[in-house]
């Protein structure tokens, strides 16, 4: 570290003076619920981080949406429109409910962090915002250095993919914020994952008075839900879940109608087609005669696939880590993000360089406090490395 230039000792060192200003930042944010479909809170949510870039003197632009959070950029330097920027991507909407902050909000214990999205992914936004302030602080990269803040990573995205396209076709690389592994390792790999939702029509009929005129979609649903799960290991890596089902009109009228979603799994994206067919075969397959079926794709993840340049690019923060005394590797996930967006359009992508937390999704969530600063020292570090 000795041999550090002074620039990047000076933004190092500011960095590690930074940790309270990080833990009172993530408070505000943390104690204001932001679920995705929220879009009040996840635009509060995004005032609070626009002020501190503001505060810092970085430049903010957005790209308002009627129902979702608006995308929030920010920049260094004016857009010189030359592209080749090193991109910052989070998401600020949570998967929980309006209330939540207010349930259990923002709180330290035992050197951990609690409350709703306090590491997926407030944590890594906070980790984000100082690193773009340090760099802006202490003159700037020679890279073009951008943050992208999305509002809607837990649906998948509907409004912000086209946008992380197009920001990451034009980029050098996209770091993304999501929380780092328990472990300390990073993400280098993702599957990709459709959410779908099937449709049973069948015919009512009263299943005491003419129960031989009726047809169940209830039944037809049952050997559907089997056969779709079967299709787990239909190709190395893919699974398939139907998480909710729901159908019928009465306990005695054999079930005209019956619904179900289905969360797909995949790892390449060679495997997308083939696993796609065969829940679709499975949905227009009768096991109960009369019956009828429809599938449609509602949300889709992309994989985050490995490339040459994204494995140099990972090579590049580990080495930098390292020099700061983390130890740590990139590892494979079944979890989604909007990394696989960035990826699939020939970005270079690393994901899950956020602080260490775990238990996302769930009211046990937490983030290791001591990690904010030492992730944010190595993602600097890292984008210095890049300079050159
Ligand atoms: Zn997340």
Known sequence: MSALPLRAREILDWLATQQGAMLALLQEIVDIDSGSYHKAGVDAVGERLKRFFADEGLMISTEPHATHGEAIHVRLEPEDGAGGQVVLLGHRDTVFPVGEARTRPFRIANGRAYGPGVADMKGGLVMNAFVLAALKRFGGTSAPLAGLIT?????????????????????????????????????????????????????????????????????????????????????????????????????????????????????????????????????????????????????????????????????????????????????????????????????????????MGARAHTPEEYLEVDSLVPRAQALALTILRLEK
Not at 288 to 295: E, Y
Not at 325 to 348: K, R
């Open 151 to 355: 509002g809607d990573e837990e649906i998948a995205s509907p409004f912000s993919r086209p946008i992380i396209e197009r920001v990451a076709r034009r980029a050098r690389c996209v770091l993304n914020a999501e929380p780092g592994r328990a472990s300390g390792n990073v993400v280098t790999g993702r599957k990709g994952g459709l959410f779908l939702h099937f449709e049973i029509f069948g015919k009512a009929a009263h299943s005491g008075g003419n129960f031989e005129d009726g047809i169940s979609a209830v039944v037809e649903l049952a050997h559907k839900v089997l056969a779709m799960h079967a299709l787990t290991g239909f190709a190395p890596g893919i699974t398939v879940n139907v998480g909710l089902i729901k159908g019928g009109q009465s306990v005695n009228t054999t079930a005209p109608y019956a619904e179900g979603q289905i969360d797909l799994r995949y790892v390449g994206q060679d495997q997308r087609a083939p696993a796609l067919a065969a829940l679709q075969a499975i949905v227009d397959r009768a096991t109960i005669a009369g019956t009828t079926g429809k599938l449609t794709l509602r949300n889709e993840f992309l994989p985050l696939a490995s490339s040459p340049r994204s494995q140099q690019l990972f090579a590049g923060y580990r080495a930098a880590a390292a020099e700061l005394g983390l130890a740590l590797d990139g590892e494979f996930t079944g979890g989604c993000a909007d990394s696989g967006f960035a990826a699939a359009v020939g970005c270079p992508t690393l994901c899950g360089l956020g602080p």
